[in-house]
T-cell receptor, first 113, second 111 residues
Framework: DGGITQSPKYLFRKEGQNVTLSCEQN?????MYWYRQDPGQGLRLIYY???????QKGDIAEGYSVSREKKESFPLTVTSAQKNPTAFYLC????????????FGPGTRLLVL | QKEVEQNSGPLSVPEGAIASLNCTYS??????FFWYRQYSGKSPELIMS????GDKEDGRFTAQLNKASQYVSLLIRDSQPSDSATYLC???????????FGTGTSLTVIP
C-alpha cells in the first residue's frame, strides 16, 4: 500500500524529555511537512523539506528539530525547550515541482505526563 | 492578520440541504486553493482543489474561487450525515513552498 505512516499513534512525554515522532512515505514524494494542530485552531507549520538534506523553519519551529537524511523519512523531535507540546501532529507530503496537493498521514497525538 | 480565515461555525443544516462554507485569504498572489475534510480525531483528507476563477464541480461538491475578492467557497449539495466534519480551507503561498490553513468550519448535518 502506498501512503504516509506516522508512529506512534499516541505518545506521552515527561517533563524535560525529548521525544521523536516518525513519518515515513513510500509515495516517492520530494516535499515533506510537519504541522501542529491545537483544538479550535488550524494547522500550523513547524518545518518543511523540499529535498533530502535540506529543510526550512515554518511559523512555529522553536522547540522542535527535524532531519531529512532519506527521501522517504522526515522525523520530528520535540525537545524539552517546547513548553507546551500537547497537540495533534500531522505529517504531510507533496510530489514536488508543479504538483500541488499535500497528502496527510494519520497523525500522532502527543500528551504530557 | 491571519493568512486564511474561515467562520468557525458550528454550521448545522438538515439532511438534503445545501451547505455553504466560506474562506477568505490575505495573499493576493496566491494561486492554489484547497478544501480538506477532517473527521474528529482523524487527519485531513483532500476534497477539492481549485486554481482558476469560477466554479469547479466534483459530484456533490462545488468549489468557487474569486481571486479579485480573495474568496473561496465550498458548496455541498444534498448534504448527508456522513458529511458532518470540520472543513479546512488551505492556500498555497505565493512562493509555492508553504501552505496556510484556516481554523476550519464545523459542519453538522441533521438527519
Amino acid at each position: 500500500d502506498g501512503g504516509i505512516t506516522q508512529s506512534p499513534k499516541y505518545l506521552f512525554r515527561k517533563e524535560g524529555q525529548n521525544v521523536t515522532l516518525s513519518c515515513e512515505q513510500n509515495l516517492n514524494h520530494d516535499a515533506m511537512y510537519w504541522y501542529r494542530q491545537d483544538p479550535g485552531q488550524g494547522l500550523r507549520l513547524i518545518y518543511y523539506s523540499q529535498i533530502v538534506n535540506d529543510f526550512q523553519k515554518g511559523d512555529i519551529a522553536e522547540g522542535y528539530s527535524v532531519s531529512r537524511e532519506k527521501k522517504e523519512s522526515f522525523p520530528l523531535t520535540v525537545t524539552s525547550a517546547q513548553k507546551n507540546p500537547t497537540a495533534f501532529y500531522l505529517c504531510a507530503s507533496r510530489q514536488g515541482g508543479g504538483a500541488e496537493t499535500q497528502y496527510f498521514g494519520p497523525g500522532t497525538r502527543l500528551l504530557v505526563l | 492578520q491571519k493568512e486564511v480565515e474561515q467562520n468557525s461555525g458550528p454550521l448545522s443544516v438538515p439532511e438534503g440541504a445545501i451547505a455553504s462554507l466560506n474562506c477568505t485569504y490575505s495573499d493576493r498572489g496566491s494561486q492554489s486553493f484547497f478544501w480538506y475534510r477532517q473527521y474528529s480525531g482523524k487527519s485531513p483528507e483532500l476534497i477539492m482543489s481549485i486554481y482558476s476563477n469560477g466554479d469547479k464541480e466534483d459530484g456533490r461538491f462545488t468549489a468557487q474561487l474569486n481571486k479579485a475578492s480573495q474568496y473561496v467557497s465550498l458548496l455541498i449539495r444534498d448534504s448527508q450525515p456522513s458529511d458532518s466534519a470540520t472543513y479546512l480551507c488551505a492556500v498555497r503561498s505565493n512562493t509555492g513552498n508553504q501552505f496556510y490553513f484556516g481554523t476550519g468550519t464545523s459542519l453538522t448535518v441533521i438527519p
